[in-house]
């Protein structure tokens, strides 16, 4: 049997190989930086991806505490859900199994000025077009975590970081290391 994505990554991480996914110089926003530049992070993520929940906010502050930790501040992620519930501890002990706490990301409510303001607004499985508008943005239909054992738990955290991965692949803030 092979390990999930990011049991791989601890692998990777314990055996001091290099990881799979390899940031890219600056701070993720291309189109404001020339060829050239010194690839410092301005001290303000250029760019913000909403993720947005369903019923609660389970499956969009996992995807966003997995986003913040993956982009190390250049993408700024942001969960928003109608309703915040306690973090479940099955989903915070997974999480902090690969080395990122739930506990830093804070569910907002979804305001118009915020979904505005998103460059991205990824919505956790209903349709998107309700929201979004004009907005750039993508359906993410994975199951929710809440509730859950523990892997199960295991399996949505891997898929929602393999998803958040592609995404930073995308916006041109990591490149794979190798095809696949």
Not at 4 to 18: C, D, I, K, M, V
Not at 25 to 52: E, I, K, Y
Not at 85 to 104: F, S
Not at 143 to 160: N, Q, S, T, Y
């Amino acid at each position: 049997m092979s390990a999930s994505g990011s049991e791989a990554a601890a692998a990777r991480q314990r055996a001091g190989l290099p990881p799979r996914l390899v940031a890219v110089p600056g701070d993720g926003n291309r189109r404001n930086h020339p060829a050239g530049s010194n690839g410092r992070p301005r001290p303000h993520p250029a760019r913000t991806v909403v993720f947005l929940g369903v019923a609660d906010d389970a499956s969009s502050r996992v995807a966003a505490a997995l986003l913040a930790h993956r982009s190390k501040g250049r993408i700024r992620a942001v969960s928003a859900s109608p309703a915040a519930v306690p973090p479940d501890p099955v989903v915070a002990a997974a999480l902090a199994e690969v080395g990122v706490d739930l506990g830093m990301v804070v569910t907002r409510r979804p305001t118009r000025a915020l979904l505005e303001a998103a460059d991205l607004l990824v919505v956790m499985g209903y349709d998107r077009h309700a929201l979004a508008g004009d907005r750039p943005s993508e359906d993410w239909c994975i199951d929710d975590p809440r509730g859950k054992g523990p892997e199960a738990v295991r399996c949505i955290r891997d898929a929602l970081d393999r998803q958040v991965q592609r995404l930073l692949i995308r916006m041109g803030v990591a490149v794979p290391t190798r095809g696949r």
